[in-house]
């Protein structure tokens, strides 16, 4: 596991579960393509002289084969048992290495790197105890791994490598929202964007389980394209939709007000000074976290968090802060239950500051995170392993 042991696997997060676990865990149970299996040696991409683009594409070869047959009960066929397990240990191995060349320079993809490989790692565990359903439960959530690294920060294009990872007719049979996903994944993002798109039109689903689409759609057009117009008349129609309740209806004007007034910041250089003007005006438009008004301010706010965190030659102190607002942002931001980034952000904070006041706050808001996502009807349920890691954690955080 990463660092961040408390990231919490089956943590009860409370909002937009219904789309994302029914839809990655079943949605998928279609006609999917499936590759021939790849032989690591002969099918291969060529080396490349770039370490981390040689694992990126390496990691997507194994997913390639391992993702379909996940999703459509393909890994209880003893025919490719033997071709499974090596694409899982490559997955594994591959994942392991990505993050090692992240190194300190980018501590980010260095927790989805170990995040992924603990992902396969246990994938394989119960591979080989003949838990095949629980192994291709644990491939699918990897993917969510793939999809916090690919909307991270800007991308140049659209990736080439990975237009057939599935055919087009499994991509239809798949609801939108479905769709969307995979397509982030597998770093399609225009596609992603038309998709969501034409998902925002349709009346067939009540808007309450649009919000996790919705926050997909904002994530992506802004921080992976750094398009602050394309979203605006489309929130447009969907502010005019006659199902809306008051308070979204609200919050989707906001949105767009907030895409007009703060689309300067796309092409403006990256510092701390805005981000934590952008978060402090955040929290006071919702300061009881009752709704989405701030979404928009959050999403910004962690762009270019992201971009400025890309350099590593600012003080220990600097990237705590910074690393703490990127926490702060991700709380609110983030609608997985299987990956926790705000968790990592910021045990990053108090790891990189330990002893100061950026710390304990860190501290105090991921105990608060923690104890509330174990909170469920039958009270706290804090395993033994969250509580030994956060009291090792507020130590370090506490004031010398």
């Known amino acids: 596991m990463p660092a961040t042991a408390i990231q919490g696997r089956f943590r009860r997060r409370g909002r937009r579960l219904s789309w994302r676990t029914a839809g990655l865990l079943l949605g998928f149970l279609v006609t999917v393509h499936v590759p021939a299996p790849m032989s690591r040696a002969a099918d291969a991409p060529e080396p490349d002289a770039d370490p981390t683009r040689t694992r990126m594409r390496e990691i997507f070869t194994s997913m390639q084969f391992l993702l379909p047959l996940a999703v459509r009960g393909g890994f209880d066929d003893p025919g490719v048992r033997e071709k499974l397990t090596r694409a899982l240990e490559s997955l594994a191995a591959d994942a392991e290495l990505l993050a090692r060349h992240a190194g300190e320079e980018d501590p980010a993809r260095r927790f989805l790197g170990r995040s992924l490989a603990a992902d396969a790692r246990n994938a394989l565990e119960r591979f ?94 802004i921080r992976v394209k750094g398009d602050y117009d394309r979203p605006v008349p489309v929130l447009e129609r969907f502010a005019r939709r006659p199902d809306l309740w008051l308070q979204l209806r609200r919050d989707v004007e906001h949105w767009i007000q907030d895409l007009r007034t703060l689309r300067p910041l796309a092409e403006s250089p990256p510092d701390l000074a805005t981000p934590r003007r952008l978060v402090e005006e955040a929290r006071s438009l919702d300061p009881f976290g009752s709704d989405q008004r701030p979404l928009v301010r959050f999403i910004i706010a962690s762009s270019l968090l992201h971009r400025w965190l890309a350099d590593p030659t600012h003080s220990a102190g600097e990237q705590a802060e910074a690393f703490t607002l990127l926490g702060i942002s991700e709380l609110r931001i ?65 004031p010398r």
């Open 334 to 398: 983030d609608d997985t239950f299987w990956l926790s980034q705000a968790d990592f952000y910021l045990e990053t904070a108090i790891r990189r500051a330990p002893g100061t006041p950026t710390a304990m706050r860190a501290y105090e808001l991921l105990e608060a995170a923690t104890i509330t996502s174990y909170t469920g009807a039958a009270g706290v349920d804090l395993p033994e392993s969250v509580r030994v890691r956060l009291a090792e954690l507020r130590k370090l955080a506490e």
């Open 128 to 221: 080989r105890e003949g838990r095949s359903d629980s192994a291709a439960f644990l491939v699918q959530q990897a993917s969510e791994n793939c999809v916090a690294c690919h909307t991270k920060l800007q991308s140049p294009g659209d990736s080439p490598i990975t237009e057939k990872f599935v055919d087009e007719s499994a991509l239809a049979a798949l609801r939108p929202e479905e769709r969307a996903r995979l397509l982030l994944a597998t770093r399609q993002f225009d596609e992603a964007l038309t998709t969501l798109e034409t998902l925002f039109q349709t009346t067939e689903m009540h808007p309450s389980a649009m919000l996790g689409p919705l926050t997909d759609y904002l994530v992506t057009a």
